[in-house]
């Protein structure tokens, strides 16, 4: 295996861990059908009915996303990137905003005044944010003092 690329050995490995997938499926299935002896079972479909079900377990397989323990960085990277035929993707994949995909709710009315539901000094608060959450220019130049400059910081994760 050494001797191929990146690329093949992902995809030797993709595809191994694929059929064994398949094969415990298989397995579980015949175990909860009462096969529990593995000796007796043929090695290739003897049926069509056994193809079908095989083919079905093998799409099965072959939809579901990969185990989180198997994903690789590289591999959890391509797929934050994959890009999906807009919201008609699986749940749990990305897609591009398009206003007239996405559900608003209906019949809301006209949005209230935040001051008007409020009382005290949350109401305070908001009314005279300038004075009670910002900084005055003395107290701005005084966290300035106090405060190092930024270093560089450099996830280890990302060295590799």
């Known amino acids: 295996m050494k001797a191929v690329n ?36 043929p090695v290739h479909c003897l049926n069509q009915a056994q193809k079908s079900a095989m083919s079905n377990i093998s799409r099965a397989v072959a939809d579901r996303a990969p185990a989180p323990s198997t994903e690789v960085p590289e591999a959890a990277f391509k797929q934050l990137l994959r890009r999906g035929p807009g919201y008609l993707a699986g749940p749990g994949s990305l897609a591009a905003y398009r206003r007239g995909c996405v559900s608003l ?37 005084g966290a300035r003092q106090c405060v190092e400059a930024p270093g560089c910081f450099f996830d280890p994760v990302l060295a590799l």
């Open 6 to 41: 990146r690329s093949v050995r992902q995809r030797v490995m993709r595809r191994a861990a694929a059929a064994s997938r398949v094969a415990d499926a298989a397995l579980s299935i015949n175990t909860l059908a009462g096969f529990a002896d593995q000796s007796s079972w």
């Open 105 to 141: 709710p209906t019949g809301q009315g006209v949005a209230c005044k935040l001051e008007s539901v409020l009382s005290g000094d949350e109401r305070d608060a908001v009314i005279n944010f300038e004075a009670k959450m910002m900084l005055s220019d003395e107290e701005i130049a």
